[in-house]
C-alpha cells in the first residue's frame, strides 16, 4: 500500500526532524508487545520482560493494544517535547472524546472503526458499535473498551501512571542510550535537507520514503 502525503508548495524548511521521548517509548513498548515483528531486537525485549514487575507486565498488556499493531495518535506527539514527562503532560489537555476516540480505533481495529460525527461517550449507537467491534477483536480488547469507555477518566490515569512506570523499569536506561545518538541523526538529516534537499533528507530517513519528481 502506498500512502501519499501532498507537500505541493510547502517550504522545505517546515519539515523538520525532531525526537519524541514518548513515541520512543511506545516504540519500545510495541517490541516488547511484539518481538517477532523486530527479531533484532528479541534479546533486549526478553531481557526487559525478565525483569519487569508481574504487575507492571500485566499493565503493559492490557492497555497494548495502544501501541501493539498501530498507536494512538496521541502517543506520537505532533509537538515533541524535550521530556516523556511533558509530552504527557500535553495529552492530559486534550478532551475525554479525542482520546477515547483515538484508543478505540486503535484497540478495535484501525480499519474498523466509523464514528463519524458521533461521541461514543455520549451516543449509544457508536457506544454499541465500538463495543462490538472490541468484543470481535477479543476479550482483552472488550474489557479494555469498556472501563475506557465507563469512566475515561481512570483509564486515562492508569495508562499515565503505567507508563510512568516504564521510565524506572527500562525506559530510563534505555532512553540514555540512545538519546545522543537520535539527537546526532537529526542533526544530519536537518544538515541534509538545508544542503541537499528534502528528497536527499527523506531518503536519508527511509528507504520506504520518497519524494516525488515535481516536489
Not at 479525542?98 to 481495529?109: H, I
Not at 455520549?122 to 469507555?149: I, M, N, P, V, Y
Not at 510512568?164 to 545518538?181: H, P
Amino acid at each position: 500500500m502506498t500512502l501519499r502525503i501532498d507537500i505541493t508548495g510547502l517550504p522545505p524548511e517546515q519539515v523538520s526532524f525532531a525526537a519524541s521521548p514518548l513515541a520512543e517509548l511506545t516504540s519500545m513498548l510495541h517490541v516488547l508487545a511484539a518481538p517477532e515483528h523486530h527479531p533484532q531486537l528479541a534479546a533486549w525485549a526478553a531481557g526487559v520482560r525478565t525483569g519487569l514487575r508481574p504487575e507492571l507486565a500485566e499493565r503493559l498488556q492490557e492497555a497494548e493494544f495502544l501501541w501493539r499493531s498501530s498507536r494512538a495518535d496521541f502517543l506520537l506527539p505532533a509537538q515533541p517535547r524535550q521530556t516523556w514527562a511533558e509530552e504527557l503532560d500535553d495529552i492530559d489537555q486534550i478532551t475525554d472524546e479525542a482520546y477515547v476516540t483515538s484508543a478505540l480505533v486503535t484497540t478495535c481495529g484501525s480499519n474498523r472503526v466509523r464514528f463519524g460525527g458521533s461521541s461514543p461517550l455520549t451516543d449509544a449507537d457508536a457506544r454499541d458499535r465500538a463495543l462490538d467491534q472490541a468484543q470481535a477483536r477479543g476479550a482483552l480488547q472488550e474489557a479494555f473498551a469498556e472501563r475506557l469507555l465507563a469512566d475515561p477518566q481512570a483509564v486515562r490515569a492508569r495508562v499515565r501512571d503505567t507508563l510512568e512506570q516504564c521510565a524506572s523499569a527500562f525506559f530510563g536506561s534505555a532512553w540514555a542510550c540512545v538519546a545522543g545518538r537520535i539527537a546526532a541523526d537529526l542533526r544530519v538529516k536537518t544538515d541534509l535537507r538545508d544542503r541537499q534537499g528534502l528528497g536527499a533528507a527523506l531518503a536519508a530517513a527511509s528507504g520506504a520514503i520518497a519524494l516525488a519528481p515535481g516536489g
